[in-house]
């Protein structure tokens, strides 16, 4: 009696198969690349400016009446409240400011809020407003004005756990 074979008959590589797997290979790889561009291109069209060129021209005349202002601004956030303090260029803080700030994360506008800061009472120069945020980075774009003096810039506040307002819906 002979032993039974351990071994399974191999079976033969055909130009057939070879196609199969080189097609299934190169059809994932489509596949994956049609689905992100078309992830990509649904999320950000391309589309910043219609007309670029005027928008920087207009950037660059704001820009330049703006550091002719020779306004500074710190801006803050604690116990909840966002706080920014704007000084004139010999550092006194400057008083009678209408201050208005939108509040977003960096990389997204669905959570922007348009605030108006009121003048922190005792403190020259200090506008706030109270403003429950998450944990993470946060965009701040500033705007100030006095009569016809205007200055807006963008600054960035991290919110650590700790200072973080709790989640909506939660208990804490």
């Not at 191999?10 to 059809?27: C, D, H, N, P, Y």
């Not at 219609?50 to 801006?75: I, M, P």
């Not at 946060?138 to 200072?163: K, N």
Request: hydrophobic share 45%; charged share 25%.
């Amino acid at each position: 009696m002979t032993p039974p074979s351990s071994k399974t008959p191999a079976r033969e590589l055909t130009g057939r198969k070879v196609l199969m797997i080189a097609v299934a290979f190169f059809g994932v790889i489509i596949a994956v690349n049609v689905t992100m561009a078309t992830l990509a291109v649904g999320g950000f069209p391309g589309l910043v400016s219609d007309n670029a060129y005027a928008e920087a021209q207009r950037f660059d005349a704001e820009l330049k009446a703006e550091r002719a202002l020779g306004w500074r601004f710190a801006s803050d956030y604690e116990d909840g409240a966002l706080t920014v303090r704007i000084a004139g260029p010999d550092g006194a803080p400057l008083d009678g400011l209408a201050v208005t700030a939108v509040v977003g994360r960096p990389a997204t506008l669905q959570q922007d809020r348009e605030l108006g800061l009121a003048p922190e009472p005792g403190l020259r120069g200090a506008y706030a407003t109270r403003l429950p945020l998450g944990a993470g980075m946060w965009r701040v774009e500033i705007d100030a004005r006095r009569g016809e003096d205007r200055y807006h810039i963008t600054d960035e506040i991290y919110v650590a756990a700790e200072d973080a307002a709790p989640a909506p819906g939660s208990d804490g």
